[in-house]
Antibody, heavy 122, light 107 residues
Framework: QGQLQESGPGLVKPSQTLPLTCDIS?????????WAWVRQAPGQGLEWIGT???????DYNPSLKSRVTISGDRSRNDFSLKLNSVTASDTAVYFC???????????????WGQGTLVTVSS | DIQMTQSPSFLSASVGDRVTMTCRAS??????LNWYQQKPGEAPKLLIS???NLQSGVPSRFSGSGSRTYFNLLISRLQVEDFGTYFC?????????FGRGTKVELK
């Protein structure tokens, strides 16, 4: 099973941009899979941020859509998340995931990266 | 958005117990329903997709059932390694949404 690995700053100041990258290792960004970001605030549930499809189009959670960009880099075989104008409520563990689509059964998130904690604080 | 409601939020059980938890969707999601297990400090792990499809490597004591708005996850004989939090998630429509989880703890 391939692995995913998130990287980025552990601390971001309020109003700034949160940048994260996901190294998809043995997978290929050019494959027919989609790729997504999910976050989990401390002690809370899971929130889907958005998905980058294999065609290059992105679908975002409406609650974050005005502030988020997910894009892929074929040369580096990774994909990234940018979240603008962050506040303390964006403090969370951010996971990158592969999205597997199954005709007639929807899709699911597997595998997951280990997650990276991003704290928004001055 | 489709709201996913899990119950109970917390359950206390013993090794060997039969454990059932429920996930309800605010509207039909057909069988586009996944279950994940998360242990403290770890990423969630996919257990079941499409409401009832057990993932490779997941013990057969786990099973999922249901359709449309009502789903169950059953652990037939709880083992020590099964303690953690279980989340359901719908993939019927965007935005993808998760339940708030059922935390299974040792009695």
């Amino acid at each position: 099973q391939g692995q995913l690995q998130e990287s980025g700053p552990g601390l971001v100041k309020p109003s700034q941009t949160l940048p994260l990258t996901c190294d998809i290792s043995s997978f290929s960004i050019n494959s027919f899979y989609s790729w997504a970001w999910v976050r989990q605030a401390p002690g809370q549930g899971l929130e889907w941020i958005g998905t980058l499809s294999h065609s290059g189009s992105a679908d975002y959670n409406p609650s974050l859509k005005s502030r988020v960009t997910i894009s892929g880099d074929r040369s580096r075989n990774d994909f990234s998340l940018k979240l603008n104008s962050v506040t303390a409520s964006d403090t969370a563990v951010y996971f990158c995931v592969r999205v597997v689509s199954v005709p007639g059964s929807g899709d699911y998130f597997d595998p997951w990266g280990q997650g990276t904690l991003v704290t928004v604080s001055s | 958005d489709i709201q996913m409601t899990q119950s109970p939020s917390f359950l206390s059980a013993s090794v060997g117990d039969r454990v059932t938890m429920t996930c309800r969707a605010s509207q039909s999601v057909a069988t586009y329903l996944n279950w994940y297990q998360q242990k403290p400090g770890e990423a969630p792990k996919l257990l079941i997709s499409g409401a009832s499809n057990l993932q490779s490597g997941v013990p057969s004591r786990f099973s999922g059932s249901g359709s449309r708005t009502y789903f169950n996850l059953l652990i037939s004989r709880l083992q020590v390694e099964d303690f953690g939090t279980y989340f359901c998630q719908q993939s019927f429509s965007s935005p993808r949404t998760f339940g708030r989880g059922t935390k299974v703890e040792l009695k």
